[in-house]
């Protein structure tokens, strides 16, 4: 499942509610409906985009269609986590740089902010999963 689609999923609060719904146990699509301010085809709508991320699925019991967490959507929650995990540590790698740079007083070596930035790059790049760089390697 691309991490796109589980990020943009995740991304509105209507979907955000359906999920914790089904959470507690899955539900007929009129049930789903039930308490939003918004159309039973609008849920409609919303559940096919959590449906298309692997989040939910359904299944048709006579006629009707009965949601409820997907197998997958673990796995999509879990990468979906990593990613942000490692956005994480490229910000804060970022902004400590930039921390470092901007309380450096005005005749502090330029070489350094050129180092830390050369830093930043390498560490945003490093491969997931691998072991965090120490400040003092280059």
Not at 74 to 99: P, T, Y
Not at 118 to 131: F, L, M
Request: net charge positive; aromatic share 6%.
């Amino acid at each position: 499942m691309p991490l796109d689609r589980t990020i943009a999923a995740l991304g509105d609060p209507t979907r955000r509610a359906i999920l914790r719904r089904l959470a507690d146990a899955p539900r007929r699509a009129g049930e789903l409906a039930a308490g939003f301010a918004i159309s039973r085809p609008a849920v409609c709508k919303h559940t096919r985009l959590l449906t298309q991320a692997g989040l939910i699925r359904a299944r048709k019991n006579g006629r009707e269609r009965i949601y409820e967490l997907a197998p997958s959507g673990g796995k999509a929650m879990r990468e979906a986590i990593e990613h942000l995990r490692e956005m994480e540590r490229f910000w804060d790698v970022a902004l400590g740089a930039f921390k470092h740079y901007a309380e450096k007083d005005s005749s502090g070596s330029q070489e350094t902010f050129r180092r830390d930035t050369k830093w930043v790059r390498s560490a945003a790049q490093a491969p997931r999963g691998g072991a965090q760089r120490s400040r003092g390697e280059s």
